[in-house]
């Protein structure tokens, strides 16, 4: 590794999955080309693919009523695309607002549905997630969205939310892949990949399949879960490259012995941060310690600004992409899964210094 990068996304891939990468690039397998060379409905492609899903199923324990499609548009397509196929001919749709992602959800879907507020973390400046208990969910809608990470802000779940029969709906873009999750609680999940689980281009959705088949009249073919499953995601040309690099990321999970293992070290790195945050007066982190993102640790440095001089003399140490979000300001680390201990001790070691020459 060049570099210890702290990106939010696109963010660190594992320097495995790199090397393989840059070996198939030229000449892939018995293909003699580059995966980027030939057809998504080849046998050697189709293969991968499929694969890649056993590899999903494996990672998440996925039970078998649920599928696995690879989609393109982002996590933001999803915003339009869930409400097009789960609506189901409802009116309304509960969501959790938790901060900026959640938001951009609701926004998206307020085209499409009646939407209903059912929590606002607003009212707590997005520092904490608000109790179910305090909850007003609509027993009449046709789901409950929430986003289990919030990538800007740093908030995280460590818990599932109850919606008894409602199906629940989850953006796991920056938490997918990081601990092992219960996917029968589940109605859909979703995740883009660039995130946690390798570039962009690919969409991941999980979903009950009592769930598809329910589009709207007019949602856009590519859009429709039934035709996306009925194709096992090879409804038109998928970003073949892109799926490509996600199964190689599977892979290397499952080398390292998958989400539980990915778990334990994301715990390690995240508490490394932390600690280095509270044990000082010079940094800071305002989420309530209950929802603290392992993910994404936004931070302040000092009373005063000294945020552009933290990120020359990182980078000095070669620790970058360290910003915070352009409108959240301050300082952000990512510690996605290929993020490894020895970079968050550099980091760690680095603020330490830092605060003692500008504390
Ligand atoms: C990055 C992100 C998105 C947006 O993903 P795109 O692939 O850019 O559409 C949505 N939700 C969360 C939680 C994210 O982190």
């Known amino acids: 590794m060049q570099v210890f990068n702290f990106s939010a996304g696109p963010s660190a891939l594992p320097d495995a999955v790199l090397e393989i990468a840059k070996e198939d690039l030229k000449s892939w397998g018995v293909t003699g080309s580059s995966i980027m060379e030939i057809s998504h409905r080849s046998s050697t492609f189709t293969r991968m693919a499929n694969r890649s899903v056993e590899n999903l199923r494996t990672l998440l324990q996925i039970p078998s009523n649920y599928k696995i499609l690879f989609m393109q548009g982002g996590a933001t397509g999803q915003f339009s695309t869930i409400p097009l196929n789960l609506l189901q001919g409802k009116s309304n749709a509960d969501y959790i607002n938790t901060g900026i992602w959640s938001l951009k959800a609701i926004e998206e879907a307020d085209r499409y549905c009646k939407v209903n507020i059912a ?131 599977f892979e290397w999970m499952i080398q390292q012995g998958g989400v539980q293992e990915m778990e334990k070290i994301n715990i390690i790195k995240a508490q490394k941060l932390y600690d280095v945050i509270d044990q000082s007066d010079f940094y800071k982190n305002n989420i309530d310690p209950s929802c603290r993102s392992r993910m994404n640790i936004p931070f302040t440095v000092g009373a005063s600004d000294l945020d552009t001089q933290f990120l020359e003399d990182a980078s000095k140490r070669k620790l970058i992409h360290l910003n915070g979000f352009r409108s959240a300001g301050g300082m952000r680390a990512s510690l996605y899964n290929a993020v490894t201990e020895n970079a968050v001790d550099e980091l760690v070691t680095f603020m330490k210094d830092f605060e003692k020459n500008y504390g």
């Open 119 to 249: 929590a606002d973390g607003s009212e707590s400046d997005f520092e904490k997630i608000p109790d179910q208990e305090h909850w007003k969910l609509n027993p009449e809608s046709a789901y409950v969205h929430y986003t289990s990470n919030e990538t800007v802000n740093g908030i995280e779940y460590h818990w599932t939310p109850e919606t008894g029969d409602v199906p629940l709906v989850a953006d796991m873009s920056s938490q997918l892949l990081s601990r092992p999750v219960d996917v029968s609680k589940y109605g859909l999940i979703y995740a883009s990949t660039q995130k946690n689980i390798g570039v962009s281009g690919i969409t991941l959705v999980i979903i009950r399949d009592d769930l598809i088949g329910h589009a709207q009249k007019e949602t856009p073919g590519f859009l429709d879960y039934q035709n996306i499953s009925d194709s096992d995601s090879i409804y038109n040309t998928p970003p073949t490259l892109a799926w490509y690099l996600t199964n190689l990321v």
